[in-house]
């Protein structure tokens, strides 16, 4: 039978490196993507993943257990606050990013290799870059709250622990996130429904 994460965390605070490495096992992937759609560059996602891990094995001290805590709410909290730490970093260096349009945007240029795909497979991933581009304008909190939610499974308690807020305002900001995702794919679901 698998442990649950507290019973790692002890074991880790114990020096066991296998707890460590089951818990790295389980967590890099969910922190990796978590990253990768708050931030929307796939060098910055996996800094931010090495670090979170960083934190997790020179730290395991750093999560005590609170009854009613959950072990991954800590790690995500530890993933968001480093994601925002690289937001704002950025924000000071905007020159080394590709300025698409006078509007101020900038992003990264990722330029897939579409040779030999069939028509379907094209849409698909089209539709699907549109979808995490819009993703990606969300407002900073409306993006944290729904990614947890949609893409993590957590709850709107967790998701409150996490972004340190109320229920009610993790219930808004996913509401406005979802009601924003509606009006920019719009055409995608007309579309769809035309196809």
């Known amino acids: 039978m698998e442990k649950q994460d507290e019973e790692l965390i002890l074991d880790c605070q114990n020096g066991d ?3 460590f490495k089951a818990l790295f096992e389980r967590y890099k992937r969910p922190v990796f993507n978590f990253a990768l759609r708050i931030l929307g560059n796939r060098a910055d996602a996996e800094d931010v993943t090495s670090d979170v891990m960083l934190v997790l094995l020179g730290k ?3 999560y005590v257990h609170q009854p009613g ?3 991954s709410t800590w790690l995500f909290t530890v993933a968001r606050n480093n994601c925002v730490s690289r937001i704002r970093k950025r924000k000071k ?5 590709f300025q698409k349009d006078i509007s101020g945007d900038f992003e990264q240029w990722e330029i897939p290799d579409t040779r030999d795909l069939p028509p379907q497979e094209l849409a698909k991933r089209e539709t699907a870059h549109q979808v995490k581009k819009a ?3 969300l407002p900073l909190d409306q ?3 729904l990614v947890l939610r949609e893409y993590h499974g957590m709850s709107y308690a967790e998701i409150a622990d996490i972004l340190q807020c109320s229920l009610d305002n993790v219930k808004i900001l996913i509401f406005r996130a979802r009601g924003q995702l509606r009006v920019k794919l719009s055409g995608l679901i007309t579309e769809d429904h035309n196809g």
């Open 17 to 19: 490196q296998t707890a």
């Open 60 to 62: 395991t001290g750093a």
């Open 69 to 71: 805590a959950k072990f």
């Open 93 to 97: 260096m905007m020159g080394f990013w």
């Open 135 to 137: 993703v990606y304008e």
């Open 143 to 145: 993006k944290e709250a």
